[in-house]
């Protein structure tokens, strides 16, 4: 019964913003970690950021340091990530997702999103 809504991809130029929401319903686990990967075509899943529901505790992949930042807002049950400085090579499809622990591997991750469509481009 747990649902990831996700929103707020598309079409930016190399450079800009945008900021990607998802919001959990129906069923979740009292603690529970919220990963954002991103995949794009032949290429393996990456590992961009993830939050920890409870404790706030926060991770991110190498390559978005410093221009990428996951928040929560524990009323709305949703999780944004803030996407900065965006480059062209960032074209994806990125997904939310949720795993019991914190993880950085995509196959530990419980419940999926639909995955949201971000292009970037040059």
């Known amino acids: 019964q747990v649902q990831l809504v996700e929103s707020g991809g598309g079409l930016v130029q190399a450079g800009g913003s945008l900021r990607l929401s998802c919001a959990a319903s129906?069923?979740?686990?009292?603690?529970?970690?919220l990963g954002w990967f991103r995949q794009a075509p032949g290429k393996e899943r990456e590992f961009v950021a993830a939050i920890t529901w409870s404790e706030g505790r926060i991770y991110y992949g190498d390559s978005v340091k410093g221009r990428f930042t996951i928040s929560r807002d524990n009323a709305k049950n949703t999780v944004y990530l803030q996407m900065n400085s965006l480059k062209p090579e960032e074209t994806a499809v990125y997904y939310c997702?949720?795993?019991?622990?914190?993880?950085?591997?995509?196959?530990?991750?419980?419940?999926w999103g639909q995955g949201t469509q971000v292009t970037v481009s040059s």
């Open positions: 997702a949720i795993a019991f622990r914190f993880t950085r591997s995509a196959d530990q991750y419980d419940y």
């Open positions: 129906g069923r979740t686990f009292s603690s529970y970690t």
